[in-house]
């Protein structure tokens, strides 16, 4: 495991900010049971974009955390256009060195059996982890279950991640950094868990292999 880091600046020049991303190929492996929280960065938001960053929570069944992983990755070697750059602080130079989608698409594809996938907002991740997927001709996702939909299902209304975590107080270091994301909707979907259960479940069951 390698890592890059750069320097994020307050613009008044009272302090800086070092900001951590690594390069990662060591997908954990996880028993299968239990729920797989992903987030991911891209360079754009057209049917051609590519994913250059993923972070993954392994959640048990109870709602803990067990395992992580996040990595930047090449994609097609462009972080995106500026106003997406500006959105997650990546830049070109950072993926030169960054392995490929396909170097980790079997162990990751193998760390989701028996497990939920998950994300906040997930028709935008499903889409684009698809397309991964269909570059490296693995058999894409059909479903990816979505916190923000429990959200709305559990009373809370059309939350963004960035609301929920003002209004649950849940940790998240950096945004628009696909770990830090990823742990936050982590916790996001234990607090829905535990808030009612049965509503809980019967969503999730939509989900299940």
């Known amino acids: 495991m390698t890592a890059v880091s750069w320097v994020v600046g307050c613009g008044c020049g009272t302090f800086l900010v070092v900001l951590t991303r690594e390069y990662?190929?060591?997908?954990?492996k996880v028993p299968a049971a239990g729920f797989v929280?992903?987030?991911?960065?891209?360079?754009?938001?057209?049917?051609?974009?590519?994913?250059?960053?993923?972070?993954?929570?392994?959640?048990?069944?109870?709602?803990?955390i067990q395992k992580t992983f996040a990595t930047v990755l090449r994609g097609?070697?462009?972080?995106?256009?500026?106003?997406?750059?500006?959105?997650?602080?990546?830049?070109?130079?950072?993926?030169?060195?960054a392995p490929e989608f396909r170097e980790i698409s079997k162990a990751f594809v193998s760390s989701l059996r028996g497990r939920v996938l998950v994300a906040h907002n997930s028709s935008f991740d499903l889409r684009f982890l698809n397309r991964e997927l269909s570059l490296v001709r693995m058999r894409k996702v059909s479903s990816m279950a979505c916190t923000l939909e429990l959200g709305i299902l559990l009373g809370?209304?059309?939350?963004?991640?960035?609301?929920?975590?003002?209004?649950?107080?849940?940790?998240?270091?950096?945004?628009?950094h696909a770990f830090d994301d990823a742990?936050?909707?982590?916790?996001?979907?234990?607090?829905?868990?535990?808030?009612?259960?049965?509503?809980?479940?019967?969503?999730?069951?939509?989900?299940?292999n």
């Not at 990662?24 to 954990?28: Q, R, Y």
């Open 24 to 28: 990662s190929t060591n997908v954990p």
């Open 183 to 208: 742990i936050a909707t982590a916790q996001l979907l234990e607090i829905y868990m535990k808030q009612d259960r049965s509503k809980f479940n019967k969503y999730i069951d939509n989900f299940r």
């Open 76 to 97: 097609d070697g462009t972080a995106g256009p500026w106003p997406v750059r500006r959105i997650h602080g990546i830049k070109d130079s950072y993926l030169a060195e």
């Open 156 to 176: 809370h209304g059309r939350l963004s991640l960035e609301s929920a975590v003002d209004k649950f107080e849940l940790y998240r270091q950096f945004e628009h």
């Open 37 to 64: 929280v992903l987030d991911t960065e891209t360079n754009g938001g057209t049917k051609s974009s590519r994913v250059i960053e993923l972070g993954l929570a392994y959640v048990s069944r109870a709602g803990t």
